[in-house]
């Protein structure tokens, strides 16, 4: 009896001696308060965005804005406490920034980890190139490395747009990785208001 009772102790000292598992979820994006992107894309200049990310408590992130005109913005998200993790929110909670030109392809990355320099920063990053554009109806996220394709199958013609945007955000996280823990993205079309009817 003692045996099992020793082994059971053992157990539960192992299980707690282990690292809880880290969350850092996909960036998500809320429009006007209360829709999301799913339901929105394209977004359009004058749209009113908030940014967030789930991440596990007392983690350090960064957030990096590579735009449609292939320019990087390294942004500071400030942290809104939740239940059993941190959000990390841009501009602030319960603010909202305005979608304005350039129009195009934009792509958020949160990146969990220390500040790095902002040379090292800009080496990941093709700035001067613009992301090529993304069809209207649909956005990528990237999450453990992986690219995956959100919104309605577009016809083969439209496939090699996102190829191209794909491969580009594959490159961004390979470069991020060698000075961060973990990085997730979401890449989106951006476009005048008046050129899209939602």
């Given amino acids: 009896m003692w045996f099992w009772y020793w082994l059971s102790s053992q157990l539960q000292e192992d299980a707690a001696s282990k690292p809880a598992s880290i969350v850092h979820s996909v960036p998500k994006i809320t429009i006007d308060g209360n829709r999301t992107i799913s339901n929105v894309v394209p977004l359009n200049n004058g749209d009113r965005i908030a940014i967030s990310c789930n991440i596990s408590q007392g983690e350090t992130a960064i957030m990096l804005w590579f735009n449609a005109a292939g320019e990087l913005n390294v942004l500071t998200p400030l942290r809104d406490v939740a239940a059993n993790v941190d959000r990390m929110v841009y ?108």
């Fill in 91 to 198: 501009p602030a909670p319960h603010e909202e920034i305005t979608l304005s030109p350039p129009e195009g392809t934009d792509m958020i990355f949160f990146c969990r980890g220390g500040p790095t320099s902002e040379s090292d920063l800009d080496a990941c990053f093709p700035v001067g190139k613009p992301p090529p554009p993304l069809p209207a109806q649909n956005y990528l996220e990237l999450q453990r490395g992986e690219v995956s394709l959100q919104g309605p199958h577009e016809k083969s013609a439209s496939r090699s747009e996102i190829n191209l945007v794909e491969t580009m955000m594959q490159d961004i996280n390979r470069s991020l990785m060698k000075h961060f823990q973990s990085v997730t993205g979401i890449a989106f079309p951006h476009r005048p208001a008046d050129e899209v009817e939602k």
